[in-house]
């Protein structure tokens, strides 16, 4: 009964999976329609009279290069095209020198060659403009070159088994090519375009209030019994800060991607990175400020609480209310021509003294959200988002002032009626 219990909570998360995330469900089904296409050139006796037994060399292709994205596939499959044309054409030039050198020369010339060729194609994957793209094509290389060369000692007719392995990895990368990109496509830039924008709105999100309202919160046991999904919003920000491998990753798949969306072929997608990092510089400032010492047992005058409470409630929300306009601006490709995205994150607290840890730290959230709003201009200028009027920009700050400055009003009610 354990066993089966297991087996059926198996496949409840995996249904689970599959009703949130569709486009994993399709992503193996086109996997399984590429396999069924490719399989084919087995059952079908033209075509495999046509690649002969080598048509299992397609099979593997389809199997080592379909991946998630169309970016990812698109950069597996020209990887290995590559490669096994590269080695396959230089092993075919060595054999033939290697022929013209006389038996006892030959095992020499060929067994030079690759190991010549096979350390200089291992050291390449450790320079990390190769490693980033083309780790894979290396590995490729290494591979086709030992295996064409060594079995050309033994084997007569070389060209033809170097023209069979090519015409057959042409074969499964081009349906997996064709695949990827006509049957639901899943594009690695939007993948990333995305991915920034919800970063952006969950730091958002764990700023707006909720975590000046938990900091400044008179009432201890209160704060042990907030609610669920306060705590999920207050922890929203950790999804930044564990991003960065994905970010890399889907940037580097979306260079391989054509045109598709709004997004134009050469789409400045290194600017994506630089937005991460600066909200991951400013995720950090978050982290410390949720797990500061005003946070901890150590008990607070309350006077401080108050003089403090108002200056970095209305600087959390300024700041939150910045990121929000931000995350916008990316989701629709349009910025602002106003006095500047993190104007209204600047708040004058020059005649307070930072004698707290949490106002230095907000203070530093604020400096960090002007950062994240020059790297997001940056990644406008380059990839041509469209322009809004001046006039738009300076209403909807003039709504968030308004905002922010109901919320000062409910803070001091709420303040009152804590003292009453």
């Not at 780790?135 to 060369?149: E, H, N």
């Amino acid at each position: 009964m354990g066993f089966l219990t297991n087996i059926w909570g198996f496949l409840q998360r995996a249904w689970t999976i599959a009703v949130h995330e569709p486009k994993k469900l399709m992503h193996c089904l086109k996997v399984g329609l590429a396999l069924s296409l490719v399989s084919l050139f087995y059952y079908m006796r033209p075509l495999y009279q046509g690649v002969g037994g080598n048509a299992m060399w397609a099979v593997m292709t389809v199997v080592v290069v379909s991946e998630y994205t169309v970016g990812a596939t698109l950069s597996k499959s020209v990887n290995r095209a590559t490669g096994t044309f590269l080695a396959g054409a230089l092993a075919v030039g060595v054999h033939w020198v290697a022929t013209q050198s006389g038996e006892k020369l030959e095992p020499i010339i060929l067994q030079a060659s690759v190991f010549l060729l096979a350390a200089a194609a291992t050291f390449s994957r450790f320079i990390p403009s190769i490693k980033a793209r083309f780790d894979y094509g290396a590995m490729i290389f290494i591979l086709t070159f030992s295996l064409v060369s060594v079995s050309g000692y033994r084997v007569q007719k070389l060209f033809k088994l170097a023209h069979d392995r090519l015409s057959t990895i042409a074969i499964g990368t081009s349906i997996c090519i064709l695949i990827s990109m006509l049957v639901c496509p899943v594009w690695a830039g939007t993948e990333l375009h995305n991915l920034i924008k919800n970063n952006m709105e969950k730091l958002s999100d764990s700023l707006d209030g909720t975590m000046c309202s938990r900091i400044f919160r008179n009432d201890v046991k209160s704060n042990n019994t907030k609610s669920e999904a306060s705590n999920k919003i207050l922890q929203a920000y950790k999804c930044t800060l564990n991003s960065k491998a994905t970010e890399e990753s889907l940037a580097n798949f979306a260079r391989w991607e054509p045109a598709h969306g709004g997004f134009n072929f050469g789409h400045p997608w290194k600017e994506y990175l630089k937005v991460g990092a600066s909200l991951r510089s400013c995720a950090y400032c978050v982290e410390a400020l949720n797990g500061s010492s005003i946070c901890s047992d150590a008990k607070v005058p309350d006077f401080l609480k108050a003089h403090f409470s108002k200056f970095c409630r209305r600087l959390s929300a300024s700041s939150s209310a910045v990121m929000k306009e931000l995350a916008v601006a990316i989701r629709d490709s349009v910025i602002d021509i106003g006095e500047g995205n993190a104007s209204s994150a600047v708040v004058t607290l020059a005649e307070m003294v930072p004698l707290v840890t949490v106002t230095s730290l907000l203070i530093e959230i604020a400096a960090r959200t002007e950062k994240i709003a020059e790297a997001v201009n940056g990644l406008a200028d380059k990839a041509e988002f469209r322009v809004e009027s001046a006039e738009k920009t300076k209403k909807s700050q003039s709504q968030k002032v308004k905002q922010i400055s109901a919320k000062d009003e409910d803070d001091k009610t709420m303040m009152t009626l804590e003292k009453v």
